[in-house]
């Protein structure tokens, strides 16, 4: 069975840092993109960072400068470092898998490009 499962959410202040990680079991993903997405309470889920099959990464314009996207591809695992995190961005973390094989440098931004799904970690960040 192919999954995605994410850990390392959690409650932290304004100003703290987490590590989320998302592991890959069932196949390999390195030769796919991977991408962290996050859902907020009434709005929808929006792309965090994504790193293409040869490392190039994009991020959101809300999280530039202060998350960090990276992949082990000998552990199949991908990580997401927030540093100076804010309350805004609380919300439930998505781990996603590209099912489809890009052109070098290609990161899927959208939601119906990435074809597996973690279950979510909670990130809460109090002022």
């Known amino acids: 069975q192919v999954q995605l499962v994410e850990s390392g959410g959690g409650l932290v202040q304004a100003g703290g840092s987490l590590r989320l990680s998302c592991a890959a079991s069932?196949?390999?993903?390195?030769?796919?993109?991977m991408g962290w997405f996050r859902q907020a309470p009434g709005k929808e889920r929006e792309i965090v960072a994504g790193?293409?099959?040869?490392?190039?990464?994009y991020y959101g314009d809300s999280v530039k400068g202060r998350f960090t996207i990276s992949r082990d591809n000998a552990k199949n695992t991908v990580h997401l470092q927030m540093n100076s995190l804010k309350p805004e961005d609380t919300a439930v973390y998505y781990c996603?898998?590209?099912?489809?094989?890009?052109?070098?440098?290609?990161?899927?931004?959208?939601?119906?490009?990435?074809?597996?799904w973690g279950q979510g970690t909670q990130v809460t960040v109090s002022s």
């Open positions: 996603a898998g590209d099912l489809t094989w890009r052109p070098r440098g290609r990161i899927p931004t959208h939601v119906l490009e990435y074809g597996l």
């Open positions: 790193i293409s099959r040869d490392n190039d990464t």
């Open positions: 069932g196949r390999t993903f390195s030769n796919n993109a």
